[in-house]
């Protein structure tokens, strides 16, 4: 009987914690980078499209249809709530995008700022934050995405076998959302020659 007690007390102590995160939906609940897997150049006018994780966990949504309309694609997630817009207007003096959050402020603005035969170099101005950088091989799916020195994301075509698929490693602790946006927007951009 005293074991059985000191069991329950245990069990009540963790009930007031709250849940346990291992338990949590979220991809990175567990800990540890995770990777999404994108399909390459997937916006059409009127498709949907899901991004997943690698074992196929749909959390992301494009919704396509928008662009009909608005000229715009929504970024939803899981569940269908709106997270982000991404505009199709380009800014006539660069080559530029910019993603706005629900309430319609500007979250990031992304454009290149330099191409090289094998190697580019596109800007991500953060609003209120600090900005990134992509660099690597934009085209061939295989660069970075850092914030100063820190990494933020690597995208990769190694990791997939279909061949119109790329992967989007998101490290601990960083926006998954933030880091496949500026991914699909920079494949957008690159594969239309913008």
Known sequence: MPHRQRQDRRDDRRSDRGPDPQASSSPQAG????????RQSMFTIGNDFWIETESGQKVFKVDGKAMRVRSTLLFEDAQGH???EIQEKMARARNTMNITDTAGNTALKIHNAMVTPARDRWQIDVPGGKDLTATGNIMQHEYKIVRGRDKIAQVSKKWFRVRDMYGVEVFDHQDAAVALLIAIVIDMMASSGR
Do not use: E, S
């Open 31 to 38: 800990g540890g980078p995770v990777r999404y897997q994108v």
């Open 82 to 84: 709106k997270l982000y």
